[in-house]
DNA sequence: GCCATGGCTAGTA
DNA sequence: GCCATGGCTAGTA
């Protein structure tokens, strides 16, 4: 898999293949892992850039607050809904 | 370089 | 308010 960007989107999509089926982190904590902990809002950006998604999992990914956040790609908020449905996982 | 733009957050009101 | 991007303008050379 040829992922291009920044050094900063590859550390967290790169963080973001870490993430489990079956497990959600927040913006926040994928910012605190790559060490940024205040640039959660960027990360916020990054991930949206996700290329490969559901492959890179950016589904599992939401806000601090425990609602679902967004989701860019093919279908928007419903199809995240959907993957983690799929994935047992069930947010608000 | 400056500025707007986001899949946001913590903390006030 | 936080912060990485991308687009676009000055303003220099």
């Known amino acids: 898999m040829n992922l291009k960007g920044t050094k900063f989107q590859l550390k967290v ?43 890179i999992p950016c589904h599992r990914v939401i806000r601090s607050n425990g609602s679902l956040g967004g989701y860019s790609r093919k279908g928007g908020i419903q199809q995240k809904r959907q993957l983690l449905k799929s994935e047992k996982v069930f947010i608000k």
């Open 13 to 55: 999509w790169n963080y973001l293949r870490k993430i489990p089926k079956g497990k959600v982190k927040t913006y926040l904590e994928v910012a605190k892992a790559i060490g940024k902990p205040k640039a959660f809002r960027a990360v916020a950006n990054a991930v949206g850039k996700n290329p490969y998604p559901p492959k």
